[in-house]
C-alpha cells in the first residue's frame, strides 16, 4: 500500500473517531438532561451543534496608549499571565445624581506606570457600544488558557436595570473577542455571583437577580466543563446543610486543592412588619470539588467553625489566595434601624488571614494598618469638601516605585511628596480641632470630611473601604480602588496600594487617588421635585391608594412620557409608596383576581374582622366584603401594575 493511501485511511479513522467521540459526548449530554424534563430536551437537541460553537464571530481589538481609567467601581481585576500587567474590564461610577457602566478594558504596566486601552476595532455599531460584551458591573473574570472570561454580571443607570447571563472570552494573545455558546443549564441572569477556575472547569455560587419588586438571591452551583463548554447545575435542595442563598460571597480555590473556601455574602430579608431587611453573613464553608469527578457523585458542602480571630460581621470585603492561606482585606458593617429605613455603615481597612492547613483566623497588622470609618446617615460634614483632593497629583513615571525592587527602596522619600500634598490640603480643609500627627495622620477630634464623629483618616495606608480589586503579583498583595461612604456620599476611589505577604511591614502607595476628577451632584434638593413629576403624591397612607384624581394625573403624566424615560428611582418609588412588593396586596403579573383573592383571602379577611369590631357577620358576609376589598385594591393599582410591568418587561427583553 502507497504511502497516500496509508495517509488517507489514517486520516479517515481519525474522522471517524472524532465523530464517535461527539456522539458519545452528544448521548452521555441528552441521558443528563432526561431528568430535567422532555421540553429541555428537544429545546436542547435543536440547538445543540457541537462544530459550530469554534466558528462563532471574532472581534478584533486594537491597543492604544491611555491615560488612567476614571475611578470605578464593581470592575474586574487579572493579572495578565504572560506580561504581568493588570488587566481592569467595567465597573460602574455614580456621582449623586446620575450613573454609568463601562465596558472599556485596560491594562496597566506597574512597574512602569503606563496605560494601555484595549479598543474594538469596529465603528459600524453605535457609539455607546461597538460590539464585544456590553457595559456592566459586578460580573465575575477569570484567567485560563492564556484567554480572560468574562461571565454575568449587571447594566444598572438611572432609566435601565438588568442582568446579564452570557460568556465572553479574550484571547489574551491576539486580543479578539468571542462571544461563547454553552449547553446545558447555565446560570440564570444575575450579578454578585462568584466564579472560580477549579482544574478545566469553572465553579460558579450564588448572586443575585433584581425585579425591581423582588431580589432573589441564589445558593445554586453551576459548573461549566471548558472542554465541552457544558454546564451542570446543582441545586441546593440536593443537600442537607449548605450556605443560605446570597451574593458577594468571598471564594477562592484552595492552593494545589480540589477545595474551594467560601466565606460571608450578603442578603436581604422580607419582614412583612417592616421593609426588607439585610443580613450579612460571616459563616464559612469547604466546596470539596473532587467528588465530581467521579460519575454521578456531587462536590460536598462542610462547614468550618471559626477559630482563632476572625473579622468582625462584614460585607463588601475582597479576598485573595496566596498559598495554603486566604487573605481578606476591608469592607463595611451595615445597621438597620428599626423600620429598615435607614443604615448606619462602618467601614473598615484592616486584614486578616485563613489558614487552611489549621483552619484558624489571624489578623495581620502592619506597622501603618488599621482604622474604620463611620457613615451615620445624614450626619455629615458641614466642612467644604468638595475640593478636598483638588491639589493631590498622580506621581510623575520617576515618581513610582517600581515594585520589583521594593526591598531596597526608600518608601519615605518616594512617599513624602504624596504625603506633604495631602497633609497640606486636609489640613486647610479640616476643622481648627484636627492636627497632623508626627506620624502623618490626620486626628479629627469633632469633624472631618468623611462623616461626624469619624475616627481617623490614615494618609500612609489605603482608606477603608468596599469592593476594591485585590490581586495578587510575586510575593506583594495589591489592592486598587473601591468605594466608601461619606453621610449620602458615594465616594469611588481609584488608588493602588501593595504590600509584601512575607514580611508584612507596611503597605506601600503605588498610585495616589485622583479625587480632582470626581464631582458630586448635590440631587437631595431636586429628588422630591425630580420624583413628584413621575410620581404623584397620595393623600393617605392606608392600604389603598388614594383619591381617583391622583389616579387621573398620574394616568397623564404616563401618556406623556416614553417608557425608556422613566427612571427605576420612579418605580421603586412607586412600589415602595404603593406597597407593590407586599404579596398579600398585590397580584403577581399575570394573576387572575379569583387567583389573587384565593391565595391571599386569609389576609383580607382579617383586614374585615379588624375594621368591623364588634359587628356580627355570617361568614359568607365576611368573605364577600373581603373580596370587595381585594377587588377594590386591584382596581385602584391597575395603572401603577401596568408601570412596573412594562419596566419589568423591558428588563426581561434585555436579559434574554
Known amino acids: 500500500m502507497s504511502k497516500k493511501k496509508k495517509s488517507d485511511v489514517k486520516l479517515k479513522k481519525a474522522e471517524e473517531k472524532k465523530e464517535k467521540q461527539l456522539s458519545k459526548s452528544q448521548n452521555r449530554y441528552l441521558k443528563e438532561l432526561k431528568r430535567e424534563g422532555v421540553e429541555e430536551i428537544l429545546k436542547t437537541v435543536e440547538n445543540f451543534d457541537l462544530n459550530s460553537r469554534s466558528d462563532d464571530l471574532e472581534i478584533q481589538c486594537s491597543i492604544i496608549q491611555s491615560e488612567r481609567p476614571t475611578p470605578r467601581i464593581s ?91 452570557d460568556l465572553w472570552r479574550l484571547n489574551l494573545k491576539n486580543y479578539t473577542w468571542q462571544e461563547i455558546k454553552t449547553t446545558g443549564l447555565s446560570p440564570t441572569p444575575r450579578s454578585g455571583h462568584r466564579m472560580v477556575v477549579w482544574r478545566h472547569f469553572f465553579v460558579v455560587f450564588g448572586g443575585f437577580h433584581d425585579t425591581v419588586r423582588e431580589t432573589r438571591y441564589f445558593n445554586d ?17 440536593k443537600y442537607e446543610s449548605c450556605p443560605s442563598p446570597r451574593s458577594g460571597v ?37 466546596l470539596d470539588m473532587k467528588p465530581f469527578l467521579s460519575e454521578g457523585k456531587l462536590p460536598t458542602w462542610e462547614r468550618v467553625s471559626k477559630k482563632g480571630t476572625p473579622p468582625s460581621a462584614r460585607s463588601g470585603s475582597t479576598i485573595i489566595g496566596y498559598k495554603n492561606q486566604c487573605i481578606i482585606f476591608g469592607g463595611v458593617f451595615d445597621q438597620d434601624d428599626e423600620l429598615g429605613l435607614n443604615l448606619n455603615s462602618t467601614f473598615y481597612n484592616d486584614l486578616y488571614i485563613f489558614e487552611i492547613n489549621n483552619r484558624r483566623w489571624y489578623e495581620i497588622e502592619l506597622s501603618n494598618s488599621k482604622t474604620k470609618l463611620e457613615s451615620h446617615g445624614d450626619n455629615q460634614s458641614k466642612m467644604n469638601d ?5 491639589d493631590v497629583e498622580s506621581p510623575k513615571k520617576d515618581e513610582l516605585c517600581n515594585i520589583n525592587h521594593l526591598d531596597n527602596f526608600d518608601l519615605s522619600e518616594k512617599l513624602s511628596n504624596t504625603k506633604n500634598k495631602l497633609s497640606k490640603v486636609i489640613t486647610e480643609q479640616s476643622s481648627s480641632n484636627s492636627i497632623i500627627s508626627n506620624d502623618n495622620k490626620l486626628i479629627d477630634t469633632k469633624v472631618n470630611y468623611f462623616g461626624k464623629y469619624s475616627e481617623i483618616i490614615l494618609i500612609d495606608s489605603p482608606l477603608p473601604r468596599i469592593n ?30 501593595c504590600f509584601n505577604i512575607l514580611k508584612k511591614d507596611e503597605w506601600v502607595c503605588v498610585l495616589p487617588l485622583s479625587m ?84 391571599t383571602k386569609a389576609y383580607w379577611v382579617n383586614l374585615v374582622m379588624s375594621e368591623e369590631t364588634g359587628v356580627i357577620m355570617s361568614e359568607k358576609d365576611v368573605s364577600r366584603n373581603a373580596f370587595g376589598l381585594a377587588q377594590e385594591r386591584v382596581e385602584k393599582i391597575k395603572t401603577y401594575m401596568n408601570l412596573v410591568g412594562k419596566f419589568e418587561d423591558n428588563q426581561t427583553k434585555c436579559e434574554n
Request: hydrophobic share 30%; proline share 2%.
Open 516 to 599: 480632582k476628577s470626581q464631582e458630586w451632584a448635590d440631587s437631595d434638593s431636586n429628588t422630591e421635585s425630580d420624583l413628584s413629576s413621575e410620581c404623584p403624591s397620595s393623600s393617605t397612607e392606608n392600604y389603598y391608594l388614594g383619591e381617583e384624581s391622583d389616579i387621573s394625573e398620574f394616568e397623564h403624566e404616563l401618556n406623556e412620557t416614553e417608557q425608556s424615560e422613566l427612571s427605576k428611582k420612579a418605580v421603586e418609588e412607586v412600589i415602595k409608596k404603593y406597597h407593590l412588593d407586599d404579596s398579600n396586596k398585590t397580584p403577581f403579573l399575570g394573576e387572575s383576581m379569583r387567583d389573587f383573592f384565593m391565595r
Open 75 to 165: 470592575s474586574s481585576y487579572n493579572i495578565h499571565p504572560i506580561s504581568g500587567e493588570l488587566i481592569i474590564f467595567g465597573g460602574e461610577y455614580y456621582d449623586g445624581k446620575e450613573a454609568k457602566c463601562f465596558h472599556d478594558l485596560y491594562k496597566w504596566n506597574i512597574d512602569k506606570n503606563e496605560w494601555k486601552q484595549v479598543v474594538i476595532s469596529n465603528n459600524k455599531l453605535s457609539s455607546n457600544y461597538s460590539g464585544g460584551p456590553k457595559p456592566r458591573c459586578s460580573h465575575q473574570a477569570v484567567i485560563f488558557n492564556e484567554c480572560l472570561y468574562i461571565h454575568g454580571g449587571e447594566y444598572s443607570t438611572e432609566n435601565q436595570f438588568y442582568h446579564f447571563r
Open 221 to 237: 452551583i453551576h459548573i461549566l466543563d471548558t472542554k465541552t463548554l457544558h454546564w451542570v447545575r446543582i441545586d441546593s435542595s
Open 250 to 286: 468571598q471564594m477562592v480555590l484552595c492552593s494545589n486543592s480540589d477545595r474551594i473556601f467560601i466565606y460571608g455574602g450578603y442578603s436581604k430579608i422580607r419582614d412583612n412588619s417592616k421593609n426588607s431587611v439585610g443580613k450579612t453573613h460571616s459563616d464559612c464553608w469547604f
Open 468 to 497: 476594591c480589586g485585590m490581586f495578587l503579583r510575586g510575593n506583594f498583595v495589591y489592592i486598587y480602588g473601591g468605594l466608601f461612604e461619606s453621610g449620602k456620599k458615594t465616594i469611588t476611589l481609584d488608588d493602588c496600594w
Open 386 to 390: 468638595s475640593n478636598l483632593f483638588e
